[in-house]
């Protein structure tokens, strides 16, 4: 009796102490053997990566109004129905439909060269004749209002050259704020911290009131030479030449697919990321990748049997990079049930090695997820920050859904993003897979567990 009874408090005082100490039903006890069970999954293959390249290598890039975007969709959705996916649907969205057309710049003084270029999206084209122009360089606008007086009939130049985080201020509004001063073209330096001479696109827009001017980026390494010409007095001239043009709206999708909740089947959990890309590169990173990951965190609970008490819906949002129009028509789609989205989970930052997310939301819902978090120790990935989202839960989130964004290494991220090489080869299977660890068990728990959300 003695001998069993060391043994029985040997092997259950632990046990106890351990719950006692977390609370009998605490959700890290409670969720431990369906969270390994999803982790093992994701880790256990490259079902996502491999998706993943067979989607942007047999549509390759998907920008708003084009016809590989739509057939992405297309294939998304019989893909979705085949993983046994329910409501698969797709729900349609006006989009903008700009299209890019040859693009030159052509430095003509001090020396004759061709320097890459890309069109930032939504810009106008020029004349087939060109802008032929002198180069002014600035720094910020506080440095254009300065050389107001000399921006006249010239093409600016922002070389913002301290690269200090992902910051689109020139991007977005260079050619509104440089044909206010009498500018006839705007160039931007790339939006990155290291090139090999990749140009990045990305958005940017006009203003009704302004006479709208061409709008491109050039590579840093231009950037940084036409700098220092003009540091040392040299006069710089080249001529722009831009076939860019903006057609009427075009229809696209939403893709939606969903693991309907067993008792709270109106209680929603959204998460995903954007379908559609820049015409460059594939969008591996940005944002097949997130998106796919979280398809793929959907379709693994599906094959382990795992259906949550709420609903999950997976959403491929289309239109991100210019216009958000998806993001806003689930918004307005769905506003009259915003009190039952109970959370969204946005990747849109790559999937590169995860460590966790970026919360906004209560108090009392951040001290829920970081427990939740803990399920992820294992893979180091489950650090819940204050502050986060994304572009395409945002609407979502202004309407008062609590709202959390994937957190990845993103060392290399703005390398590549919005680039020609944002391709499949900038990203790890295995890292991937954690990616698609880690949104499942954190929206699977979510949508499981007995107390919701709280707002
Ligand atoms: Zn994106």
Redesign the pocket.
């Known amino acids: 009796m003695q001998r069993s009874f060391s043994l029985l408090t040997f092997v259950f005082v632990p046990v106890l102490a351990f719950g006692q100490a977390a609370g009998p039903e605490s959700l890290v006890e409670q969720y431990r053997a369906d969270a390994d069970r999803l982790i093992d999954a994701a880790l256990a293959d490259s079902f996502a990566y491999d998706r993943l390249a067979f989607m942007t290598d047999t549509y390759g890039p998907r920008i708003s109004g084009s016809q590989a975007l739509e057939d992405a969709i297309d294939w998304m959705l019989d893909e979705m129905n085949e993983d046994g996916l329910e409501n698969v649907r797709g729900e349609d969205v006006m989009v903008p439909r700009w299209v890019r057309g040859e693009e030159t710049l052509t430095l003509l003084e001090p020396r004759v060269a061709d320097l890459r270029i890309l069109g930032l999206g939504g810009t106008i084209g020029t004349s087939p004749t060109g802008v032929t122009a002198e180069v002014l360089v600035v720094n910020s606008y506080d440095d254009l209002t300065a050389n107001a007086d000399k921006a006249v009939g010239k093409i600016i130049l922002y070389n913002n050259a301290e690269w200090t985080g992902y910051d689109t201020t020139y991007r977005r509004s260079g050619a509104v704020r440089a044909a206010q001063v009498g500018a006839v073209g705007s160039l931007i330096r790339s939006v990155g911290p290291v090139s090999m001479y990749t140009p990045h696109t990305g958005a940017s827009s006009y203003a009704d009131d302004v006479v709208k001017i061409p709008h491109a980026a050039v590579t840093i390494e231009d950037a940084s030479m036409m700098q220092r010409m003009q540091d040392r007095g040299q006069k710089i001239v080249v001529r722009l030449n831009m076939d860019d043009v903006t057609l009427p709206d075009a229809l696209s999708r939403n893709v939606i697919g969903e693991i309907v909740g067993s008792e709270f089947p109106d209680e929603v959990v959204v998460f995903g990321g954007?379908i559609d890309s820049w015409d460059v590169g594939v969008g591996a990173m940005?944002?097949g990748g997130g998106v796919v990951a979280a398809w793929e965190a959907l379709r693994l609970m599906k094959e382990l049997g795992l259906r949550p008490r709420r609903t999950i819906r997976v959403i491929a949002w289309t239109n991100?990079?210019n216009g958000s129009r998806g993001a806003n028509a689930y918004k307005n789609a769905y506003l009259d049930q915003i009190e039952n989205h109970i959370l969204g989970i946005e990747s849109?930052g790559g999937v590169f090695k995860p460590s966790g997310f970026g919360f906004s939301g209560s108090d009392a819902a951040f001290n829920l997820l970081t427990e939740i978090g803990h399920l992820l120790d294992r893979i180091d990935s489950g650090t819940i920050t204050k502050g986060g989202g994304g572009a395409d839960i945002g609407p979502l989130m202004r309407e008062g859904m609590p709202g959390m964004g994937l957190r990845v290494d993103r060392t290399e991220y703005f390398w590549y993003h919005h680039s020609p090489a944002d391709t499949m080869d900038k990203l790890d299977p295995h890292e991937m897979g954690l990616c698609v660890a880690t949104m499942a068990v954190m929206a699977y728990v979510v949508a499981d567990m007995e107390t919701r959300l709280p707002r």
């Open positions: 954007h940005d944002d991100e990079e849109d």
